[in-house]
């Protein structure tokens, strides 16, 4: 594995990309960015509807996320983007290539997912949309720069299993 520099905390809506991703932000001292804060307009509208997005929505808003990325790298900081990533293409397009960019996958199953959802509030993302992002999800394969974490646990537990998997002091 190489230097880990960017991490991705993906996973569908709910798993708990945003709370284990800023966590690992605080613990490293490292940028944070939630992903979605960079969707364009039209996208959070239609997902406010309850309409599912399709890769054309999704194409502007992942290459925001690996812009963001290569101004990170070229202010030689280290960041970490809770983002969706639900589709191996798409963590293509936000690593660009690069080996610094390293993926945390939150696995969860549907129903305590669901669960979650049904109790979070103030979020334009409806529970209504869980099945397609599971419909969607194409969970990273051994050839990827990624590891799977099952997210039963607290979430500083969560962050504590990252960092040692993933050899990163905190």
Known sequence: ???VRF?????????????VAAFLAGRLDWEFIEG???HPAANVEKMRQGIPLDDTDREPWLHEIARTIRDWRGADKAGIIACSAL??????????G???????YLRGSSPSIAQRL?????????????ES???????????EPAI???????????????????????
């Open 98 to 104: 690069a080996d610094d960019v390293h993926f945390v």
């Open 87 to 96: 589709r191996r293409c798409y963590r293509e397009t936000i690593a660009g």
């Open 118 to 130: 049904a109790a979070r509030q103030g979020h334009y993302m409806p529970a209504s949309l869980l």
């Open 36 to 38: 979605d804060a960079l």
């Open 133 to 143: 992002q599971f419909a969607t999800l194409e969970e990273p394969g051994p050839d």
């Open 148 to 170: 799977t974490i099952d997210t039963g646990a607290p979430a500083d537990e969560l962050v504590t299993e990252v960092l040692g998997i993933l050899h990163l002091a905190a």
């Open 7 to 19: 991490i991705v905390v993906m996973g569908v809506s709910g798993c708990g990309k945003s709370t």
């Open 1 to 3: 594995m190489s230097a």
